[in-house]
């Protein structure tokens, strides 16, 4: 809950406007982090849990220390804009010829949206408050943007590590302003999985060693996405026909139920992107994929592991109408998207006997 705000406090202001602008959470929070959560993260790092994402190693004390991202920063604003979706988001993982992207990157890249949304708000502050300076970031600089969104009081770090509110559920893209602004602080959200497991029970991968903790290296997120080589065989069968992304540990959040479907159009979901047929995805050069996937965030992994994630789709998929559509990239200049395709083709194989 936000903490109360007397006439002339510049968060009653900055708020309102935020929520003009179509942000639906915002909060306010100094701009440190405790111990706990450095401490999270070097443990975190030290395990290698980060995988290929060096850059995470390489920034680790500007993203535990706000401070020394910008010394200047007395706040942070933390804003967040939902994207929870009007149907079952996991309603596409039993159609194995389609398939399943994440909600989040089935219409428009949400960094655009949250960008132009977050500069309209610091040209706000800084009308308001000509000495006031600030910085806006949207998922692009070392910033812990989900500790610092539950120090602002606009939900928790749930045990699947992402942020769970109890207005939004866990479908909240977040920002946030650094500004030399000295705000008030609202009370910081506490806590309020319980008991409950179903995020760590429902990851396919088995990617959480225990609660509050993710080994990126086996996240589906991460796999398809961040990764760039050969996805570990051990891994890929379950996968499933997720090819970008991955929504189970989200989609099963009790919290949810209290999410009303976004309206926002730019997230609404493209129907090319709703349910793709696999065997249309897997002939796509990289003209197609560059031409289909403009303005997505799908674009920025480029074709080679995008097809990559549809082959062992197809490999997945027990259908061995897809077999020809395999062995057509067992030879693709991609070494990678060739190894996966003819892993896909063996397993094809395996299921006509």
Not at 42 to 62: I, Y
Not at 317 to 330: E, F, I, S, Y
Request: charged share 25%.
């Amino acid at each position: 809950m936000a903490a109360a705000e007397a006439p002339g406090d510049p968060r009653a202001a900055i708020r309102a406007e935020a929520l003009r602008l179509g942000f639906d959470a915002v909060g306010f929070a100094r701009a440190e982090l405790g111990p706990e959560v450095r401490e999270r993260l070097r443990a975190f790092l030290d395990a290698g849990m980060h995988g290929e994402m060096g850059w995470m190693a390489e920034r680790a004390e500007q993203r535990a220390h706000p401070k020394a991202l910008w010394p200047e920063a007395a706040s942070v604003i933390a804003l967040g804009v939902s994207y929870a979706p009007a149907g079952d988001p996991l309603a596409t993982l039993a159609r194995r010829d389609r398939g399943t992207i994440s909600v989040y990157a089935r219409n428009r890249d949400y960094h655009d949206v949250l960008k132009r949304r977050l500069k309209a708000l610091a040209r706000f502050i800084v009308g308001r408050w000509p000495g006031a300076d600030l910085k806006v970031f949207v998922d692009t600089a070392p910033v812990m943007e989900k500790p610092l969104a539950q120090r602002a009081g606009i939900g928790w770090q749930g045990k699947h590590t992402n942020l769970v509110s109890r207005a939004h559920g866990s479908w909240l893209f977040l920002g946030e302003i650094y500004t030399t602004l000295p705000l008030a602080p609202d009370p910081p959200e506490q806590d309020h999985c319980g008991s409950c497991r179903r995020c760590l029970e429902a990851c396919p991968t088995a990617a959480f060693p225990a609660p509050y903790r993710l080994d990126a290296r086996r996240c589906i997120s991460y796999l398809t996405i961040e990764h760039r080589g050969p996805i570990p065989h051990a891994l890929r069968p379950a996968i499933g026909n997720r090819i970008y992304g991955c929504d189970d540990c989200l989609a099963v959040c009790p919290w949810n139920k209290f999410a009303r479907a976004h309206a926002e159009p730019a997230f609404l979901p493209r129907a090319a992107l709703s349910a793709p047929r696999l065997a249309e995805l897997a002939a796509l050069d990289d003209a197609a994929f560059r031409a289909l996937f403009a303005g997505s965030p799908i674009k920025r992994i480029g074709r080679g592991r995008f097809v990559r994630n549809v082959l062992i789709a197809i490999g997945n998929a027990a259908d061995p109408g897809l077999r020809p559509v395999a062995q057509a990239l067992a030879e693709d200049p991609d070494p990678v998207v060739a190894e996966a395709a003819r892993w896909a083709a063996q397993r094809l194989e395996a299921v006509t006997g």
